[in-house]
């Protein structure tokens, strides 16, 4: 009799463990599913910024797009740690969301205006603003990014305002640039 009640329940465990490996899911201490990671990363704030530069420098808009932060990013990593996405404040998530995309697609416009096909040579990049933990990413704002001179002088541009962080991963939070 006892050998009858193992084999269901071996039977079952095997079943978790095929569903499991079908359905892969990143869980977090309290159990919920955690939300997936961030997409088109760089692994340091250096090569982020090359790929802001090269795609600058070639005028490519979608390119400069896929480098930031996307709707369900926010969504999923930043809002839920927002003042504003308390519910006593009934702030919809679609005004944000809109209002930061608009005025990133602004500043990224203007951006290239100005920077355009510029020959830009990378030197570093630092963080001159504030770092905000949002549940499993950190932004970093005031994104400088530290090119050289044709004398082998240095000025600071900011191409982009934040940049977002997880895990030792980079990506631009948005292209507003606030002085």
């Known amino acids: 009799m006892a050998s009858r009640l193992r084999l269901p329940a071996v039977a079952a465990l095997l079943s978790l463990l095929v569903v499991a490996a079908l359905v892969p899911r990143t869980l977090t201490w309290s159990g919920a599913v955690a939300p997936p990671p961030l997409t088109n990363t760089e692994g340091s704030p250096e090569a982020l910024a090359r790929r802001v530069i090269d795609a600058m420098q070639a005028g490519d808009v979608g390119r400069l797009r896929a480098l930031a932060l996307t709707e369900q990013e926010f969504r999923a990593h930043v809002w839920p740690e927002l003042p504003a996405a308390r519910p006593e404040r009934n702030v919809p998530f679609d005004f944000v969301w809109q209002r930061l995309a608009q ?3 602004g500043h990224l416009r203007q951006t290239l205006g100005a920077v355009g096909g510029a020959p830009l040579t990378l030197r570093r990049v630092r963080f001159a ?3 905000s933990q949002y549940r499993d990413v950190v932004v970093r704002r005031r994104t400088e990014i530290v090119l050289a001179g044709s004398d082998d002088s240095e000025h ?3 191409l982009f305002g934040s940049t977002i962080e997880q895990d030792g991963r980079y990506k ?3 292209y ?4």
């Not at 507003?176 to 002085?179: F, G, L, R, S």
């Open 176 to 179: 507003v640039v606030d002085d």
């Open 172 to 174: 631009v939070f948005s």
């Open 129 to 131: 603003g504030e770092r």
């Open 103 to 105: 005025t990133s697609e």
């Open 156 to 158: 600071v541009v900011r």
